[in-house]
């Protein structure tokens, strides 16, 4: 049996760049599927915002991403995906995918032995949230869940500070109480944070595995979509790239970001 | 001769927490005059969006101040006053002040000897908009200006992490070209830039002297008002805060930026 393909693009958006380790995974992981990008930089960032705020962008960076005909959404942003996606899915007709349900299912399936120490950080709108702490104990109800929120590792990351000595120090100072008291498995709830692995590998030593959503995503993504992804053997059209505002800026900290993800173009449109 | 008193409010905007070290400064010029303060904070910072995004919000923002009846406006962001001034001059009939011209003319004011050597530190927008070292040339032509953005000290200032060693050691590092061959003035560039006077100066040391544009700001205001702010001995009303987002935020952050301003109730206000 043979299923017919959907050749519409996927939709992915971010309040920034964050989302981008987000999408290379699913470039990986979908080699034939066409994908829009769209980074709301003119109101980054989300996680600082209040949650009816958060929900009002989430929604409307979707109306445009739904006008471009997509056959399904991902919200490559912890902050929206926590606060942004029962009104999303209430609002779509076509599939829609957060970051925090595949990252809660990764952290348990690394879990072993009887502890279940894990650790979530992430923006101050996503861990006010608790919807990683929600999700966890709906998995694994014993789960100890400790959360902590690093406002600063976005704009670190952001302004590609993030091999000067003051970050590692500024690592080192936020996670301090992971440090004293360890997790299991620490839960990347941002974006951006996987940028900054290998100096929180370093602060938080071997006995901490991380989990970062970006790989969980892509298999997540392949069972909601399910028949329309058996793919022909046609060519990837052209990724496309939008922002709300600062287009130059986007394409400079993402290729600071991902030097490996060419960016051709990047459109800036008005939602 | 007596004039007669304008009871209506001043006007004073940021993008943030920021304008409220200007607002100190000018409830303590003025003590009988009433305030309405606005923090656009459901769209800080201004400081990475595009010179077109900075001036429609500052227009936006100037339009709510204008409905609230305010008979002047103070630009109390660097960003909103590097990049939207004559636009908002042209939108509004009353008086309308930023902090770029008032800071030059401070700096101006403490050179001293043939060097004339002066730095500035500001957000890349403020710093791209080269407003700065203009306004510096038109007052002294033969003056040497150096420009350098220093994004990351609005986030610390922000998440109140002014006092960590991680910070102190970003401070030193941002700053490293004014160490390598030092200003004699140094303008803050930003308005939470002031809360980081003390450490900026552990790291700089006594040859620099910094200049804030607050208290140049209280005596330009002065100056524009003229007439109408020969005062009454009356009580002034209590000033009004009003933000764009998460107004409780806002409080938290005002109360460690700014412990001595009481400030009362905050209103959520959109655009």
Redesign the interface.
């Given at each position: 049996m043979s299923y017919p393909y959907d050749h519409r693009p996927i939709g992915i958006f971010d309040s920034g760049v964050g989302g981008l380790t987000v999408l290379q995974e699913l470039l990986s992981g979908f080699p034939r599927e066409t994908f829009i990008y769209l980074g709301d930089?003119?109101?980054?960032p989300y996680g600082?915002?209040?949650p009816a705020?958060v929900q009002r962008y989430t929604i409307q960076v979707a109306e445009f991403l739904l006008r471009q005909n997509v056959k399904g959404l991902v919200a490559a942003c912890n902050t929206a995906s926590a606060l942004g996606l029962p009104a999303l899915r209430a609002h779509c007709s076509i599939p829609v995918l957060g970051v925090i349900e595949p990252g809660c299912q990764a952290a348990v399936g690394l879990l072993r032995g009887e502890k279940n120490r894990v650790g979530v950080i992430g923006t101050?709108a996503t861990i006010a949230s608790d919807a990683y702490a929600r999700s966890l104990a709906l998995l694994v109800p014993e789960c100890q869940v400790r959360s902590l929120s690093c406002?600063?590792f976005?704009?670190?990351v952001?302004?590609g500070?993030t091999s000067?000595?003051?970050?590692q120090?500024?690592i080192?100072?936020s996670l301090q109480p992971f440090i004293d008291d360890p997790v299991d498995v620490l839960i990347l709830g941002c974006t951006h944070y996987p940028i900054l692995k290998p100096k929180i590998a370093q602060v938080l030593g071997s006995g901490t595995t991380m989990v970062d959503s970006a790989q969980e995503v892509a298999l997540a993504l392949n069972r909601m979509m399910g028949a329309g992804f058996i793919l022909p053997a046609s060519q990837r059209e052209s990724i496309r790239f939008f922002v709300t505002?600062?287009a130059a800026?986007f394409r400079e900290v993402a290729a600071r970001f991902l030097p490996q993800l060419e960016i051709k173009t990047v459109d800036v449109v008005d939602l």
């Amino acid at each position: 049996m043979s299923y017919p393909y959907d050749h519409r693009p996927i939709g992915i958006f971010d309040s920034g760049v964050g989302g981008l380790t987000v999408l290379q995974e699913l470039l990986s992981g979908f080699p034939r599927e066409t994908f829009i990008y769209l980074g709301d930089t003119a109101r980054v960032p989300y996680g600082t915002k209040s949650p009816a705020t958060v929900q009002r962008y989430t929604i409307q960076v979707a109306e445009f991403l739904l006008r471009q005909n997509v056959k399904g959404l991902v919200a490559a942003c912890n902050t929206a995906s926590a606060l942004g996606l029962p009104a999303l899915r209430a609002h779509c007709s076509i599939p829609v995918l957060g970051v925090i349900e595949p990252g809660c299912q990764a952290a348990v399936g690394l879990l072993r032995g009887e502890k279940n120490r894990v650790g979530v950080i992430g923006t101050h709108a996503t861990i006010a949230s608790d919807a990683y702490a929600r999700s966890l104990a709906l998995l694994v109800p014993e789960c100890q869940v400790r959360s902590l929120s690093c406002p600063l590792f976005v704009p670190v990351v952001e302004e590609g500070w993030t091999s000067y000595p003051s970050s590692q120090l500024l690592i080192r100072e936020s996670l301090q109480p992971f440090i004293d008291d360890p997790v299991d498995v620490l839960i990347l709830g941002c974006t951006h944070y996987p940028i900054l692995k290998p100096k929180i590998a370093q602060v938080l030593g071997s006995g901490t595995t991380m989990v970062d959503s970006a790989q969980e995503v892509a298999l997540a993504l392949n069972r909601m979509m399910g028949a329309g992804f058996i793919l022909p053997a046609s060519q990837r059209e052209s990724i496309r790239f939008f922002v709300t505002d600062a287009a130059a800026r986007f394409r400079e900290v993402a290729a600071r970001f991902l030097p490996q993800l060419e960016i051709k173009t990047v459109d800036v449109v008005d939602l």
